[in-house]
C-alpha cells in the first residue's frame, strides 16, 4: 500500500498541463470541485474539440504577470461559490502535482483575483487516499514562484 498524500490547510501545486509550474492552493475539504483563477475565458473548437483558452495571474498578489493556457472542456456546470452565488463556469480535466504525487482532477475556471488563493483544492481532487493536517502548512515543501517564473 502507497503512502497517502499529506497536506497542510495549503500548498504549492504545479500544473503541468496547463504550463504552470507553481500555484498556491487552499486545502478545502469543505468545497466539491477545486477552481482555478482565470480570466478572459475564451471557448473555441480545435480540430472538433471544445477547448477554452485562459489568462491566469498564477502568483498571489500578482496582477502583471499572467500566463496563457489552453485546455479541452470537459463540461459546463453551475458552480455555487462559498457565499451561495451560483455561477456557470466551464470544468477542465487536469493532472496536479503535489510532492511527488501526481493526480488528474477536475477544476472549475473562475476569476479569482479578489481571493487570496488562485487556486481552491476541493474534496473531489482528495478523495484518493490524502490526509489533511488544517493546522500544517506546505507539508510538500515550499517553491519560490518568483524565482521560479524569472521574476526575481
Avoid at 473562475?110 to 474534496?123: K, P, S, V
Wanted: hydrophobic share 40%; charged share 25%.
Amino acid at each position: 500500500m502507497t503512502e497517502p498524500l499529506k497536506l497542510g490547510w495549503r500548498e504549492w501545486c504545479s500544473l503541468p498541463d496547463l504550463n504552470i509550474a507553481a500555484i498556491k492552493a487552499k486545502i478545502d475539504t469543505g468545497a466539491k470541485t477545486s477552481a482555478l483563477h482565470a480570466y478572459q475565458v475564451d471557448p473555441f473548437i480545435q480540430d472538433g474539440c471544445d477547448m477554452v483558452r485562459f489568462l491566469i495571474h498564477p502568483i498571489q498578489k500578482n496582477n502583471t504577470f499572467s500566463l496563457e493556457c489552453t485546455a479541452p472542456i470537459k463540461d459546463q456546470r453551475e458552480v455555487s461559490d462559498s457565499g451561495g452565488h451560483k455561477e456557470m463556469r466551464y470544468i477542465i480535466e487536469t493532472r496536479v502535482v503535489i510532492g511527488d504525487k501526481a493526480r488528474l482532477i477536475e477544476m472549475s475556471l473562475t476569476n479569482r483575483d479578489t481571493m487570496r488563493f488562485r487556486m481552491l483544492l476541493g474534496r473531489r481532487a482528495m478523495e484518493e487516499h490524502t490526509l489533511v493536517d488544517p493546522a500544517a502548512s506546505y507539508l510538500n515543501g515550499r517553491i519560490n514562484a518568483l524565482r521560479l517564473y524569472g521574476l526575481k
